[in-house]
């Protein structure tokens, strides 16, 4: 019997998991290594900061942007599309929307962003018990890739700050506030195409090409699996925006 086992079995103590990285590393790691930072993700995953900070972002601009935009100018021209709207209706609706819109958009997305990322990860999370490169991810871990990426939204919300003091809101929505995307300044008529424009914008398609990579390497989902992973967020993140504009 050798030194390191006893009659009750090994007295090799397990290895020990590296600590998981902060918030920061996190955050750094997605422009400098990204590859590298999932692959650390995947033995130590970690999701409350990047989730606290998404939220806590997302309130910030919600705040500012509720406050400064023009809600009739916002809302009357897709009120006044829909035919079945009276003038008398519209106008007590944006009345309404007035007194109340800044609050009504921080409370959504207090409780949008977590349900939305919860959801999510629950998808990806089945979508990789079936497509998982070889042992099946756990939802830590599809929260955690699910989550972490978008941490490279945080400049894009600090420049729609910079934005809503520097020019009029007027009835503009956050993401066509930031001189980031095509659609800032390419006009075109039809709606639904301006807003695919809005989202060409390298923070959006940053955020899901290293949702891509974290399903490859902290999930370690199949080249497929990621690629389902990725659609479903570009589904969820952009085909709704660019199906209901108006």
Same mark, same amino acid.
């Given at each position: 019997?050798?030194?390191?086992? &006893?009659?009750?079995?090994?007295?090799?103590?397990?290895?020990?998991?590296?600590?998981?990285?902060?918030?920061?590393?996190?955050?750094?790691?997605?422009?400098?290594?990204?590859?590298?930072?999932?692959?650390?993700?995947?033995?130590?995953?970690?999701?409350?900061?990047?989730?606290?900070?998404?939220?806590?972002? &997302?309130?910030?601009?919600?705040?500012?942007?509720?406050?400064?935009?023009?809600?009739?100018?916002?809302?009357?021209?897709?009120?006044?599309?829909?035919?079945?709207?009276?003038?008398?209706?519209?106008?007590?609706?944006?009345?309404?929307?007035?007194?109340?819109? %800044?609050?009504? $958009?921080?409370?959504?997305?207090?409780?949008?962003?977590?349900?939305?990322?919860?959801?999510? =990860?629950?998808?990806?999370?089945?979508?990789?018990?079936? =497509?998982?490169?070889?042992?099946? %991810?756990?939802?830590?871990?599809?929260?955690?890739?699910?989550?972490?990426?978008?941490?490279?939204?945080?400049?894009?919300?600090?420049?729609?700050?910079?934005?809503?003091?520097?020019?009029?809101?007027?009835?503009?929505?956050?993401?066509?506030?930031?001189? &980031?995307?095509?659609?800032?300044?390419?006009?075109?008529?039809? %709606?639904?195409?301006?807003?695919?424009?809005? =989202?060409?914008?390298?923070?959006?398609?940053?955020?899901?090409?290293?949702?891509?990579?974290?399903?490859?390497?902290?999930?370690?989902?199949?080249? &497929?699996?990621?690629?389902?992973?990725? $659609?479903?967020?570009?589904?969820?993140?952009?085909?709704?925006?660019?199906?209901?504009?108006?």
């Amino acid at each position: 019997m050798s030194e390191s086992e &006893s009659l009750f079995g090994s007295n090799e103590k397990p290895e020990a998991k590296p600590p998981a990285m902060g918030l920061m590393d996190q955050f750094v790691g997605l422009f400098t290594e990204p590859i590298e930072t999932f692959k650390k993700l995947q033995t130590s995953p970690a999701w409350v900061g990047a989730l606290v900070v998404l939220i806590f972002t &997302s309130l910030v601009v919600a705040g500012v942007w509720g406050f400064k935009v023009d809600v009739d100018a916002m809302l009357r021209p897709g009120f006044e599309a829909n035919p079945k709207m009276t003038q008398e209706q519209m106008d007590q609706v944006i009345s309404f929307m007035e007194k109340f819109f %800044p609050y009504i $958009a921080i409370v959504q997305t207090l409780f949008i962003i977590p349900i939305a990322v919860f959801f999510m =990860a629950l998808i990806n999370w089945l979508i990789g018990k079936a =497509a998982a490169d070889s042992e099946p %991810p756990s939802y830590v871990h599809a929260l955690t890739a699910t989550v972490v990426p978008s941490l490279v939204m945080v400049p894009h919300s600090l420049l729609i700050l910079v934005m809503t003091f520097l020019r009029p809101v007027g009835g503009l929505t956050p993401e066509k506030l930031t001189p &980031s995307s095509v659609g800032f300044f390419v006009n075109v008529a039809n %709606p639904k195409l301006h807003a695919l424009l809005f =989202a060409l914008d390298p923070f959006t398609i940053g955020s899901l090409v290293l949702g891509f990579l974290a399903f490859r390497h902290t999930m370690r989902l199949k080249t &497929s699996g990621a690629i389902a992973c990725t $659609a479903l967020a570009m589904l969820f993140t952009l085909g709704f925006r660019i199906l209901g504009a108006k």
